[in-house]
T-cell receptor, first 113, second 114 residues
Framework: DQQVKQNSPSLSVQEGRISILNCDYT??????FLWYKKYPAEGPTFLISISSIKDKNEDGRFTVFLNKSAKHLSLHIVPSQPGDSAVYFC????????????WGAGTKLIIKP | DAEITQSPRHKITETGRQVTLACHQT?????MFWYRQDLGHGLRLIHY???????NKGEVSDGYSVSRSNTEDLPLTLESAASSQTSVYFCASSDSGTPRRGQFFGPGTRLTVL
């Protein structure tokens, strides 16, 4: 049973517009959520995280929103740029499992010129 | 600059052979992890270690082993390679107790088992 789900395998967005990537989870014990970005032939790189005690965290063009009641988080990228084309992974962790990461399957974001 | 490296980057082997993938980090992190990435599955945890002489099984540990003799290295061994182990393997490391920064990843090793 997947505890972290990214239901959109791919997403195509016009350059300059907003990209919204979604992630759902089932385990209410998760207390940290992270987004990673991955280019082909490279390892994932950390992008942004949010604690379960917050509902929003912002870092430049990237904002993550957390809706605990819906067990849903989203990553907003504004404005989208060509270099944002990558696979984005959502991951979650819990203190009682020593913050091991549970990963979603990823969403491939394509930014169109 | 601190980094995490993996070798080899690409490996082709035959069924039944023993294969070892190397992982070396200079972050001085206590925690190290091995994942495999397959289409539609995201990253799945194979083995992990929270310090020297500590190793633990992850979600998909069958057919794999690790050892941790120092802080910097966590080699992953496939005891008898199988075609189902064809995958991309990532090593990662992290600080203890800093969940908000997540894990730092190596560039990956693409393994093909024929």
């Amino acid at each position: 049973d997947q505890q972290v789900k990214q239901n959109s395998p791919s997403l195509s967005v016009q350059e300059g517009r907003i990209s919204i990537l979604n992630c759902d989870y089932t385990n209410s014990m998760f207390d940290y959520f992270l987004w990673y970005k991955k280019y082909p032939a490279e390892g994932p790189t950390f992008l942004i995280s949010i604690s379960s005690i917050k509902d929003k965290n912002e870092d430049g063009r990237f904002t993550v929103f957390l809706n605990k009641s819906a067990k849903h988080l989203s990553l907003h990228i504004v404005p989208s740029q060509p270099g944002d084309s990558a696979v984005y992974f959502c991951a979650a962790s819990a203190r009682d499992s020593n913050y091991q990461l549970i990963w979603g399957a990823g969403t491939k974001l394509i930014i169109k010129p | 600059d601190a980094e995490i490296t993996q070798s080899p980057r690409h490996k082709i082997t035959e069924t039944g052979r023993q294969v070892t993938l190397a992982c070396h980090q200079t972050w001085n992190h206590n925690n190290m992890f091995w994942y495999r990435q397959d289409l539609g599955h995201g990253l799945r945890l194979i083995h992990y270690s929270y310090g020297v002489q500590d190793t633990n099984k992850g979600e998909v540990s069958d057919g794999y082993s690790v050892s941790r003799s120092n802080t910097e290295d966590l080699p992953l061994t496939l005891e008898s390679a199988a075609s189902s182990q064809t995958s991309v393997y990532f090593c990662a490391s992290s600080d203890s107790g800093t969940p908000r920064r997540g894990q730092f990843f190596g560039p990956g090793t693409r393994l093909t088992v024929l």
